[in-house]
């Protein structure tokens, strides 16, 4: 009997047991995944909360609801993997053998890293996060009776998940306080290490323009050296600071600390892949999905989605000593909530930037690629329903898991 070891049952390591398990005959292998938590946590709901537009419920399913038969789950910790062993131990000392590793514990803000971000002083009242559900209902409450002032939202370092997150945060804070008739007491200012609103040029600009028009400032090329809560400001490694009375700061993300401390991770403790393949550069029985690995993709469900779509055809042909056929392009595909009930569309992948034009189907859409519409932000919220009941099942969606060139205009990249 093999033994695959996956963990991790978050989005991509649940999408990958569902998809794995009917194609692996249970007489020849065990499936265990080892996942601590007994809720599974819809992350993109995550941005919603804080301006009460979804409930809490609505973000969290049990963990064991998705789990197939024929999959063992161990509720618990990893705490360090041996793979020249190919044992990986527990938090508490139990260990456990495998002949295949696949690690998907995904990335997480850590605002331990930043000096001052946590200070208790300050965290959680002056100073907020919404990457994680207890962070994001903790800023709901403070913004419920906040009187105005100076918002900044920043991004301590990338990569982070979902990279427009931020963006789509501003958006909805300027509507929020626009419907609750507050806007011209809140001053508004973005501040981000990247030297425009975001990453990729013709979005970039697109972007930055909508926050011009909403008056919400840039403070862009700025690396974070502290948050001095007391004196509510913070402060760059070239000495700028930007004062605040509401911090709304996106940690730095890092990967789980056991890829570290097990010899498997950069600095940042992503595992280190072929971008194509998703197996370790070191290992030739481990694979890395979702935001765990180090490919240059966006750190975002979608892309573990798409590339989980590949991964199993890849894993059956490699255990079984054939080439891995199947290559992943990095594809991404995000929703950019742009607030009073609109949103846009990214698509893009590791060579192709977001480009203007239509998404799914070329010509028709009904989607629109960088552009406002209300379709657009239905499209968003219709995710929800399509994660907990299509993706996670690892149900098929009619959409290519390769990035398209068809229905994008191209000649967007000569006007920027
Ligand atoms: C605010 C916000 C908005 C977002 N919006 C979007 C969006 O609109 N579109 C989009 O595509 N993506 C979005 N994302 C990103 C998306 O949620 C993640 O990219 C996706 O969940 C990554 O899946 P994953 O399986 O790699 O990691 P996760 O889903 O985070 O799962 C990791 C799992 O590993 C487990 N784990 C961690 N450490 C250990 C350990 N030591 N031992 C055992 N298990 C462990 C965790 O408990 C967790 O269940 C958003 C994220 C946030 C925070």
New binding site residues.
């Given amino acids: 009997m093999k033994r695959l070891l996956v ?8 999408m990958a047991i569902n998809k794995l398990r009917p194609m692996l005959p249970p007489s020849e292998w065990q499936i265990t995944v ?4 007994d809720v ?2 819809y ?5 919603f909360l804080p301006f009460g537009a979804y409930t809490a419920e609505e973000t969290i399913e049990p ?1 064991d609801r998705f789990i197939p038969d024929g999959v063992t789950r161990v509720r ?4 360090r993997v041996d793979a020249d062993a190919n044992v990986v131990y527990l ?1 508490g000392g139990e260990s456990l053998p495998y002949d295949y590793l696949v690690i ?5 803000p850590r605002p331990d890293q930043t000096p001052g971000m946590d200070d208790p002083e300050v965290w959680r009242k002056s100073v907020h996060e ?3 559900f207890e962070g ?1 209902m903790a800023l709901r409450e403070t913004l419920e009776t906040w009187e105005g002032g100076r918002l900044v939202v920043h991004i301590t370092e990338m990569p982070i ?2 990279p ?2 931020p963006l ?1 945060f501003t958006f909805l804070a300027d509507a929020y306080f626009a419907e609750k008739g507050m806007r011209d007491q809140v001053e508004i200012v973005y501040v981000t290490p990247l030297e425009g609103a975001f990453t990729k040029p013709v979005a970039s600009q697109l972007l930055g323009h909508m926050l011009e028009d909403r008056k919400i400032t840039i403070e862009p090329d700025f690396m974070i050296d502290q948050v001095d809560g007391e004196a509510k400001k913070i402060v760059s490694m070239d000495e700028r600071e930007v004062p605040f009375d509401l911090l709304v700061t996106i940690p730095l993300n890092m990967g ?3 890829i570290g401390r097990s010899g498997l991770g950069d600095d940042l403790n992503y595992v280190s892949v072929d971008k194509h393949t998703l197996l370790s550069t070191k290992y030739d029985n481990i694979f890395a ?4 690995s180090n490919i240059p993709a ?8 798409f590339s989980v779509d590949l991964f199993p055809q890849n894993f059956v042909n490699h255990v079984n000593g054939k080439p891995m056929t199947a290559a992943f392009d990095g594809h ?4 950019i909530e742009s607030g009073h009930g609109k949103g846009m569309l990214i698509d893009f992948n590791y060579d192709t930037e977001p480009l203007p034009g239509k998404y799914p189907i070329p010509g028709i859409g009904p989607f629109s690629l960088l552009k406002e519409t209300e379709l657009n932000h239905l499209g ?1 919220l219709a ?1 929800r329903w399509m994660y907990w009941n299509l993706l996670l099942p690892g149900k098929e969606l009619p959409l290519p898991a390769l990035m398209s060139m068809a229905g994008k205009q191209t000649d967007a990249l000569e006007r920027v």
């Fill in positions: 963990l991790g049952a978050g989005t991509a390591g649940t080892i996942e601590p938590s599974h946590h992350q993109p709901g995550y941005l963990t618990a910790e990893v705490d938090v998907a514990t995904g990335t997480s919404f990457y994680t994001a998940k979902c427009v997150a789509e789980a600390d056991f999905i979702g935001d765990a966006s750190k975002a469900g979608s892309v573990a989605h991404a595909n995000c929703f968003k995710f």
